[in-house]
């Protein structure tokens, strides 16, 4: 009986859509994946860090429009690279879970161990779901999945990085 009770009173917290009065979200999110792989008999090994900041205004009570400004560290045997990157964003909810897509491009790139160094822009694209905890009526906390696609022209023609990243997000309803 007490675990129901407690249950219970922490549903509240957990929160259904709460935040539906509130028009615009301060974000931060962090994500990290690692890969290791053998290919040909060839030891492959990557890793991602994205970093990410959001702003976004809700249009509805199931959609959101904004724009994010990330930096995105990438790994791969012996090439290296960083980027900034920033573009639009949106979302759709389902109560307090979400679904995004968001299309980003470089801005500013920094790139060792490449033979290649071609200053043009590379593009983003990023999808996922993930879930708002509401600790309160303004703060939220959000785990998510992200599907990301990030071409690196200024590394090479042709390469390009696709994976999933686990990632965990601290949200402001204002």
Do not use: W
Not at 91 to 107: I, K, P, Q, V, W
Not at 127 to 137: A, C, H, P
């Amino acid at each position: 009986m007490k675990k129901i009770l407690l249950i219970l009173l922490a549903l509240p917290m957990i929160g259904l859509g709460q935040n539906i009065n509130k028009k615009m979200i301060l974000a931060s999110n962090s994500s990290f994946s690692f890969q290791n792989s053998f290919e040909n008999d060839k030891f492959n090994a990557s890793s991602n860090i994205l970093l990410n900041g959001s702003f976004g205004y809700r249009l509805t009570n199931s959609f959101l429009v904004g724009g994010n400004v990330s930096f995105t560290s990438m790994q791969a045997n012996s090439i290296s690279s960083q980027v900034f990157m920033f573009g639009p964003f949106i979302r759709a909810y389902l109560n307090d879970a979400y679904f995004f897509f968001a299309f980003e491009m470089s801005g500013n790139n920094n790139t060792s161990g490449s033979v290649y160094e071609n200053p043009t822009a590379s593009p983003s694209i990023k999808t996922g779901f993930g879930y708002q905890v509401f600790l309160n009526e303004f703060v939220s906390l959000n785990p998510n999945i992200t599907l990301y696609n990030n071409k690196y022209g200024q590394i090479g023609p042709d390469y390009y990085q696709t994976g999933i990243l686990f990632g965990f997000g601290f949200e402001l309803h204002l």
